[in-house]
């Protein structure tokens, strides 16, 4: 009697578990990847902006996009990597 309990208890285990979808998974790898490279660019930016290793590195790796906008808004002119000129 005790055994088939225990079964039961299983089988309900079972059917309770959520099935994720595979869809919004491979969209959350993608922004990972995004972000990681955004990250590394980020990175870059703060290399040449610098000249070398500083303590900019830090908001550049924890807020890339905004630094980004950041380093082409103040640096625009006679920075070398400037897409809009």
């Given amino acids: 009697m005790f055994s088939n309990n225990v079964i039961k208890i299983k089988e ?44 900019g590195i830090i908001p550049a790796l924890i807020f890339s996009p905004i630094y980004i906008v950041y380093v082409y808004a103040t640096k625009s002119k006679g920075f070398k990597m400037n897409p809009f000129k």
């Fill in 12 to 55: 309900d285990e079972e059917k309770k578990r959520i099935n994720i979808p595979a869809v919004p998974l491979v969209i959350f790898e993608f922004l990972r990847i995004f972000y990681g490279l955004l990250t590394l660019y980020a990175a870059y930016l703060c290399f040449k902006k610098n000249n070398g290793l500083s303590w």
